[in-house]
């Protein structure tokens, strides 16, 4: 009898191993093929044609992907620093200031977050459409692509930004800014000599969180800019060679190269994270 | 400090952007359609009637409400065991292990999604070893590789918070049941898994969530023959045949469903609270 049970132990033990490397294996496995794949020397992306570079060479000579770039970095780049500038303040202003309705800005400011994307992305498609270019029209003027899409990876980075800074404003030692009111600063001087400097590493990791999201937002960008036909991000584009029916080639390399571009972008993450934490 | 010059241009921020664009959506899901399938203006309710059509219940919202539940289940099965082993050990390897998890949900989720197209594809190597075996499944354009797609997307979000609360968990209550007795398997059932009840309830949440709006991954890998909640309100906005005022009543309801899931879930969480 304790034979049998020990048995059963060991067999649990194993499969717990084996259902652990299965998953990984499960996650690893198409990020793997689609490395493979980016270097087939067919002219179709789906099929295996022998080692070469060719995807990498067809991808340079793209049109569409140089602005798509272009595109996607303009508006990461805008979205995080009006974001992060934003998320922080209202962070400060919910854990350290005495805010009338408290509870309903907070639950606004959480939104966001838990909404689902789709129904974001569709109230924007119908505020810009039905609000803002009306309105707009009247003074003879017209809204552009761009600054639509800005404004909305703001709305939506505010809030994760706001939801870091936030956890490690709790987590900081009153104690340090209370010193500084006592020996006479003006709350201004606290907030950039004391709070500011210690909040840093809290905002930089809200700042790259808002970066990463706006690079990988689909949603937002495509129903805002109705359909993308215009203006195009790079997973907008990724998107677009994806709905045609023979996929190029090039779809692998692009792929592929913004799969190592994440990696890498991660890793300078950890080791600056790292590097604050040893200091 | 004057705490509201640091509110406000965050507050306006997402009143303006976020707030009333969903004031417009609610608004418009009372419009009619106009002939270009945009809005004009007026009030009635016919979008929301047109909802209690049973074609739309056995076709998307059935779909969504199916495969968001199928997804949630298969995360907790295959993320489950997981989550467990890598909380049981030691620090350095338990961080690594962890981290390689994460890993893929940091490249665009198109990348995946289109990693999982060449995985699946009728001449791919899945469809190829299956059919070895005897098994000719169709894979893209089946609710079945959509749901590989949806568990592949969202299993992160289940292994998570599973996580959290498996490496909290109090190993002196384990101890104490072996002490008096109880197998490995009673330990498990009796007190490991009712104590990390909260993870998988957290987890459930933040993969049912999502999955209920998605668009991305049955347009792709469903290849359009399954039709789902996120791929309709898409056909109503930007399909051949718009039909705004009918897409903005869908993304209400789809909001209403959200908001119930969720408060369910933050009543569950009060309750667990009070007994604790």
């Given amino acids: ?279 | 400090m004057n705490a509201r010059i640091l509110l406000w241009p965050g507050l306006a921020w997402l009143v303006l952007f976020f707030a009333a664009p969903l004031g417009i959506i609610l608004l418009i899901s009372f419009a009619h359609r106009s002939p270009q399938g945009i809005v004009s203006w007026g009030f009635n309710l016919g979008n929301y009637l047109r909802l209690v059509d049973p074609l739309y219940w056995t076709g998307p919202f059935g779909n969504s409400l199916v495969l968001a539940a199928l997804t949630t289940i298969v995360c907790l099965i295959l993320g489950y065991p997981v989550a467990y082993s890598i909380a049981r050990r030691p620090a350095p390897l338990k961080n690594l292990l962890l981290f390689l998890v994460i890993l893929p949900f940091f490249t665009n989720f198109l990348v995946r999604i289109y990693a999982w197209f060449i995985l699946l594809r009728p001449e791919g190597w899945i469809a190829g070893v299956l059919r070895s075996v005897g098994l000719d499944l169709a894979l893209l354009g089946s609710p079945l590789g959509v749901l590989i797609g949806l568990v592949y997307g969202y299993l992160p979000f289940m292994i998570l918070p599973l996580y959290a609360t498996l490496e909290r968990l109090d190993v002196t209550l384990v101890e104490a049941a072996h002490d008096l007795g109880a197998t490995r398997w009673q330990s498990f059932w009796r007190i490991i898994l009712p104590l990390s009840r909260p993870g998988m309830i957290a987890g459930s949440v933040l993969v049912f969530i999502p999955v209920l709006g998605e668009f991305i991954t049955p347009k792709l890998l469903g290849g359009g023959k399954v039709p789902m909640f996120g791929v309709l309100i898409e056909e109503k906005f930007l399909g051949r045949v718009p039909d705004w005022p009918f897409g903005a009543a869908l993304a209400v309801t789809l909001m209403a469903l959200v908001s119930l899931v969720l408060a369910r879930y933050f009543h569950q969480v009060k309750e667990s609270r009070w007994i604790g």
Avoid at chain 1, 40 to 51: K, P
Avoid at chain 1, 160 to 177: C, G, T
Avoid at chain 1, 191 to 214: C, K
């Fill in chain 1, 1 to 279: 009898m304790d034979r049998l049970k020990r048995r059963v132990e060991q067999f649990i033990a194993l499969a717990l191993v084996l259902d652990t490397l299965l998953t990984y294996i499960f996650l690893y496995l198409p990020i793997g093929v689609l490395v493979l794949y980016s270097f087939s020397a067919s002219r179709y992306a789906l099929v295996w044609g022998g080692f070469s570079l060719d995807a990498y060479r067809r991808l340079l000579t793209d049109p569409e992907i140089a602005p798509a770039l272009v595109n996607s970095i303009l508006v990461a780049s805008s979205a995080t620093a009006i974001a992060t500038v934003l998320g922080t303040a209202l962070a400060l202003a919910l854990e350290r200031g005495r805010v009338r309705w408290h509870r309903g800005i907070e639950i606004l400011s959480y939104l966001p977050i838990v909404i689902p994307e789709i129904v974001m992305a569709v109230g924007l498609l119908l505020f810009f459409a039905q609000a803002v270019r009306p309105l707009l029209s009247i003074g003879g003027l017209s809204v552009s692509p761009l600054p639509t899409v800005i404004v909305g990876h703001v709305a939506f980075s505010i809030s994760y930004v706001m939801v870091v800074v936030r956890a490690r404003l709790r987590d900081l030692d009153k104690s340090l800014e209370e010193a500084a009111f006592d020996l006479g600063a003006t709350s201004w001087q606290v907030l950039r000599r004391v709070t500011l400097p210690l909040l840093a590493p809290a905002i930089l990791s809200g700042a790259l969180l808002a970066f990463t999201l706006s690079l990988d937002d689909f949603y937002v960008t495509y129903f805002s800019t109705t359909g993308g036909s215009g203006f195009k991000t790079l997973p907008l584009y990724l998107y677009a060679l994806q709905g045609r029916a023979a996929i190029p080639p090039q779809m692998n390399a692009v792929a592929t190269l913004m799969l190592f571009t994440s990696l890498t972008l991660i890793a300078l993450a950890l080791l600056f994270h790292h590097r604050i934490r040893r200091a």
